[in-house]
Nanobody, 114 residues
Framework: VQLQASGGGLVQPGGSLRLSCAASGPIFGIKAVGWYRQAPGKERALVAALPSGGSTNYADSVKGRFAISRDNAKNTMYLQMNSLKPEDTAVYYC?????????WGQGTQVTVSS
């Protein structure tokens, strides 16, 4: 399984970005998808998760601003990020959790700055 993340970039505070993560390869038995981020000097942390057949889960810091979604037909997940703040600056990683293991994308940089 290979994951390709895209959509990061430089955006001003208050702006929006949409991250995408496409999975390819032998894909079956997805348990959950999720987005994580890692800021400089900090550990990687969960941003949003979407279990198959379950409810979304968001970090408190992004509730009401970010939305995770998934297109099963395209094996792609998304993270819509609105009202971005400088503290959202980080490398964002996608993760697909299968019954046979977890796979991570390569990371995409999001920088929120004026």
């Amino acid at each position: 399984v290979q994951l390709q993340a895209s959509g990061g970039g430089l955006v001003q505070p208050g702006g929006s970005l949409r991250l995408s993560c496409a999975a390819s390869g032998p894909i079956f038995g997805i348990k959950a998808v999720g987005w994580y981020r890692q800021a400089p000097g900090k550990e990687r942390a969960l941003v949003a998760a979407l279990p198959s057949g379950g409810s979304t889960n968001y970090a408190d810091s992004v509730k009401g601003r970010f939305a995770i979604s998934r297109d099963n037909a395209k094996n792609t997940m998304y993270l819509q990020m609105n009202s971005l703040k400088p503290e959202d600056t980080a490398v964002y990683y996608c993760k697909f959790s299968f019954y046979y293991g977890d796979y991570w994308g390569q990371g995409t940089q999001v920088t929120v700055s004026s």
